[in-house]
């Protein structure tokens, strides 16, 4: 016997891909806009990730003629890694797992100084509810410009998030975020 979905089922479903694929869009728009300001400006970006795992860099090297504007980025997972490729002291990371509003900074200040990027976005947190982050998913995420933290902001997530989702969330706020700090220097260069 094969079942098959109800009309509820697939309705449910198509709205999922419906909003994904607006998603998408709505992404894609936000990376070009960026990339397009960026270019401008004739600056560059690099990144460092924990909690989003690479997507901050795979949505960048999306962008058309990246490489005019995207210097690259570092992934670190593991609490060793942060220490590591970042420069944070043991204790600190330690005592907060890895995830603080001081440590975004600093793995926005390390990846900015090492691809010698005119700005950088960093982002630590958790995607899935565990005791060290008293069963919340949250992150922090800071923007530096020109080797100055302009931006350090928390994201909090409801705890029954899908990790994925969680993700793609933080990722577009932190974009988002990123476009507004782009409009700032755009306007301000403009009221010159």
């Known amino acids: 016997m094969i079942l098959k979905p109800s009309k509820i089922d697939l309705t449910i479903e198509q709205i999922h891909v419906k909003s994904f694929v607006h998603f998408l869009v709505e992404l894609q728009n936000l990376l070009e806009f960026i990339g397009e300001e960026l270019t401008a400006l004739n600056e560059t970006v690099s990144v460092a990730e924990s909690v989003t795992s690479g997507f901050l ?35 600190e990371a330690s005592f907060c797992n890895g995830v603080s509003p001081n440590i975004a900074e600093v793995m926005a200040l390390e990846v900015a100084s090492r691809y010698e990027s005119d700005w950088s976005i960093a982002v630590t947190g958790y995607t899935v509810p565990v005791k060290e982050s008293q069963n919340k998913l949250y992150a922090f995420f800071s923007i530096s410009r020109h080797g100055k933290i302009i931006l350090s902001e928390k994201l909090d997530l409801h705890s029954r998030t899908l990790p994925l989702k969680a993700q793609l969330y933080y990722s577009e706020f932190i974009l988002g975020c990123f476009k507004l700090e782009l409009d700032k220097i755009k306007f301000d260069q403009q009221a010159v």
């Open 57 to 91: 860099q795979f949505s960048f090297s999306q962008v058309k003629d990246a490489g005019r504007f995207f210097k690259g980025g570092m992934t670190a997972y593991t609490l060793d890694e942060n220490i590591s490729l970042f420069h944070i002291s043991d204790d």
